[in-house]
């Protein structure tokens, strides 16, 4: 297509969010991942994320307003890299996290996140339509059905109206599957709020209600962005939890739960592999948190085995 050199590393560079389009009477925030073949770029590299959270949560079933009694951390790395381009012209980034480690009120806690690997499917703008394999980390000691707020941290759909460099309004509103199998359903968000040079902070809604879970609540938002990378990214989401697949054992639960995304620096890209080869890469990262013999289809594990959703410490804790 005939892009440099130049703009195809300040584009890969921008990873995940991409570039801020400063356009007098309107702004949008749009990926600058460039439309190119599978493994040609193999040599430009990754870059690599820190992820810090923190979940505080209410007994189950306590009731509304009640004291918040268990707390959750996470600290964890991962990198993202390039993977391929879509047919509709969305972009696929390859993510693994290559560290965790977790506590459960102090305690040292469980943690399997390190190696599990995910594909994200974005549009350039930022909307994110898939993110393959993400239900291999669903579950105690994994927690990516708590988190599943990281892949709009990493792409999103932010639109601004103002001049280039100057304060202006600001909004988002999108939504996003929750772990890999529609059987989760989807999560969105309205925000609105201001950004002015490069910094956005917006404030508003988070929901999602579907056939097994309803969950609804309250989000502030905030990114810096520079040279088209977001630098950092962290919400603060306050939200109640209700599990509908029914049965004693899943009341209702409140959570605060703060996350928080850095960029810090560019490392070696990750092996890169022909898409006919990620269905059997996606089953390697879910082998490890099935049950022996199982096919690696999540959707066959039984949700009273995942447990998904809700904080449950004793399931946390390191055995």
């Known amino acids: 297509m005939g892009v440099s050199r130049r703009a195809l590393l300040r584009g890969l560079a921008g990873g995940l969010a991409g570039g801020l389009a400063g356009l007098a009477g309107g702004a949008a925030l749009t990926g600058c991942l460039p ?12 870059q690599r994320y820190a992820l810090q959270a ?3 949560a209410g007994a189950p ?20 890299m390039y993977s391929r381009t879509f047919r509709d012209g969305s972009i696929g980034t390859l993510i693994r996290f290559q560290r965790a480690a977790a506590t459960i009120n102090g305690a040292a806690g469980r943690s399997g996140l390190a190696g599990l690997l995910v594909e994200l499917r974005a549009f350039e703008r930022g909307e994110v339509l898939a993110v393959m394999g993400a239900d291999a980390g669903m579950g105690p000691g994994l927690r990516m059905d708590l988190l599943d707020i990281v892949w709009p941290m990493l792409a999103p759909r932010l639109e601004g109206a103002g001049r280039a460099g100057g304060r202006g309004a600001a909004s988002m509103r999108t939504s996003w599957p929750v772990g ?14 201001t950004q002015e040079r490069g910094e956005w902070s917006l404030a508003g809604t988070i929901r999602q209600e579907d056939r097994l879970v309803r969950r609804w609540g309250e989000v502030t938002a905030a990114w810096t962005l520079a040279e088209g990378r977001v630098q950092r990214a962290e919400w603060h989401v306050s939200r109640r939890v209700e599990p509908r697949w029914g049965g004693p054992g899943y009341p209702e639960q409140d959570q605060d739960l703060l996350v928080t995304v850095t960029y810090t620096g560019d490392v070696a890209p990750l092996p890169v592999v022909p898409p006919s080869a990620y269905d059997s890469l996606r089953a390697d990262s879910l082998r490890p948190v099935m049950q022996d013999g199982a096919t690696p289809q999540t959707s066959a594990r039984p949700i009273v085995e995942l447990q998904p959703f809700l904080l449950l410490p004793e399931l946390e804790r390191a055995v």
Do not use: C, Y
């Open 54 to 56: 923190k979940l505080l």
């Open 61 to 80: 079933g306590a009731g509304q307003g009640t004291p918040i009694m268990d707390e959750w951390r996470l600290d964890a790395e991962f990198d993202a």
């Open 35 to 46: 439309h190119s073949s599978l493994g040609r770029h193999t040599d430009l590299p990754a």
């Open 180 to 193: 890999e199998n529609l059987q989760w359903g989807r999560q969105a968000v309205e925000l609105a709020g």
